[in-house]
Every structure is written in C-alpha cells, then in structure tokens.
C-alpha cells in the first residue's frame, strides 16, 4: 500500500473531516464500499449525518456469512439507504467451481487470488465506474499490508480516481468508543471472537494478541492479506 498521498489537502484532519471534504469534493460521484465491519458502519454514519443517501456498494460474492447479511439490512434500514449489491459474473464463477472446484483457494496464493479476481475485484471495477472517488474502512491497525495506509490516497489499481480512508489512524479503541457512543449496528461475528469481516470459508476468530486479519485467510503469509481490493 502506498504512503500518504503527496497531494493529501487534510494529513492531520479528522475523520469526520475527512468525509466531509471527500463529499464536497466528489458528491455525488463518490460512494462507499461496505462489507459491513464495524469499520463501515462508522464511516457510513458519519458520511449519513452529511449526506444522507450517500452512495453504498457491497460485493456479494456468494460466500458470505449470513451474519453479514443481517447486518447489511440493519444498516439498510437504520440509514435508509439504497445499498447497490454487486454480484460476480454467473459464467465466472461456473467456470472456476466447475474446474477447480468448491475451494480451490487453500490450494495456493495464486488459485486464492482467481477466486477473490472473479468473485471480488470485477465487481468491485464495475462498481467503480463512473466515480471520481471511493471509500473505505481500513485502517493501519490491520496489518502489515496496510501499516502505510493513507487517509486520501491516488487510487492506481482503478484509473487514478482518489480512495479515502477516513478511519486509517483510528485504533481499535476508538472505533469501539465510537460504536458505542453512537449505538451503532454490530456485525453479529465480533461476539463469537472475529476480527475482521469476509468470506465464509475464509475468515476465523482469532486469538488474543494476534493482528486483527489474523483470521482472514489464514494459512497464508501476513503480507499476502488482500484480495486485491486494496492492493497485494
Ligand atoms: S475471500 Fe475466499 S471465497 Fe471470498 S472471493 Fe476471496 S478466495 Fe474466494
């Protein structure tokens, strides 16, 4: 992931600040990916009380947890909004099943990246199009691939269109402090010991003292943590 951006107008705003200039800035061509972690709601609650019916996309990749799917509806409903849901491409996903077989992602890095390529990353250059800006949940506290991770950042993997990420300094206490604060809807897997929110087959709880995407695919190295969303 690529240091803060050069052209950065706000290094130390903010994250509140930081959404707000992202939406005078780019409304109504800016959006937000959620994949309903505590991370996404809070950026969609602050994004709301400035926009409400600001744009929301999710990626449905046909391996979710129903969990997410209850948290996207409460979301939904608390917020009124529209959420575009972006599914892979039926032939895609018949092509890769039918060949390499249900979960041909334990097999290596490479077979891993096929399926988050078709069931994560077409949808997500869909979603994009037409937009100047996306944004995110992500923080540096993830990991070792996002340790570097700008709050506005130029987003080359999608055209050079800008991605913010208005959570990127927060630690975990301030999101908790935030959640509750706010009473925010809760993805129903924090309870049962997960740290981070993906796909059914490929996210775990994780133990005490382990990174937060400890659990997300975890029988790969740490630096190779991304699907491809956000970089490799
Ligand atoms: S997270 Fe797992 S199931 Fe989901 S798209 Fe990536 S490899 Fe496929």
Redesign the pocket.
Known sequence: MKAEDQTNPLPEASATEVIAWALQTHAPRIAIAASFSMEDVAVIDMATRILPGIRVFALD?G?LHEETYECAEAVRRRYNLTITWLCPRQEAVEALETSQGLYS?RESVVA?RA??GC??VEPLGRALQGLTAWMTGMRREHGVTRHALGKIETDAMHGGIIKVNPLADWSQADLLAYTTEHNLPVHGLYSRGYTSI??A??TRPVSPGEEPRAGR?WWEQPEHKE?GLHGR
């Open positions: 990749t391996r992602f891993r399926c988050c069931r994560k993906g796909c087959p490929c695919w699907c």
